[in-house]
């Protein structure tokens, strides 16, 4: 069995819900758990990880996260995935699991899409709070997301905290390389 989580919501999608052509047309295919303990005992080393922000841009219903947090509670994750089903069954696992965290569905190798987000437990550990123990969500617009703030910024203030982000990489390429809107092949480019 998984180490302290359970993915039930994401083991009855897989298996009742979605077809095996369903999931090979759309690339849509679930880590198995225990890959998702093997990799996040590897991202773990040696010394413990703690608030620190964990992103995971193809979150499918949340696995790699919750094996993550199993071992190094006490962070920020941050899921995002292109299928609204995956997100919402992500959401589902941060309030069972108890995990602070945002999950945000649009299309993550398109900077600046948005389709919708979910601030999750982001008031559990907070005192002042009439939410602090209570397992809670609400959905927030593209301006109220920290995950969009890291993709179209340099710099991001959070909580008093301005943190420096660095471009992501596609924003840099579409600069130095200009790419026509035409299909090409790989007889059509000049070396």
């Not at 998984?2 to 759309?26: H, P, R």
């Not at 995956?86 to 602070?100: D, E, R």
């Not at 907070?126 to 910024?153: G, K, V, W």
Request: aromatic residues 12%; charged residues 20%.
């Amino acid at each position: 069995m998984y180490q302290n989580w359970w993915d039930a919501l994401g083991e009855i999608y897989e298996n009742c819900v979605v077809s095996k052509s369903k999931a090979t047309s759309t690339g849509q295919f679930f880590t198995p758990p225990t890959v998702c303990d093997m990799m996040a005992q590897v991202i773990n080393g040696t010394e413990p990880i703690f608030n620190k922000d964990i992103s995971d841009p193809t979150c499918g219903s949340g696995r790699n996260l919750l094996a993550f947090n199993a071992i190094n509670p006490g962070n920020n994750l941050y899921a995002e995935d292109i299928d609204k089903t995956s997100c919402l069954m992500t959401v589902a696992n941060f309030l069972v699991h108890g995990i602070k965290g945002e999950v945000v569905w649009h299309d993550s190798l398109a900077a600046t899409s948005w389709f919708g987000g979910w601030k999750v437990n982001e008031f559990f550990h907070n005192p002042f709070s009439e939410l602090c123990n209570f397992p809670h969500m609400r959905p927030i617009e593209q301006c109220d997301s920290y995950i969009m703030a890291m993709r179209t910024a340099d710099k991001v203030t959070l909580s008093g905290e301005e943190k420096e982000i660095k471009k992501p990489i596609s924003e840099t390429i579409n600069k130095v390389v200009q790419v026509p809107n035409v299909q090409l092949s790989f007889w059509d480019l000049d070396y």
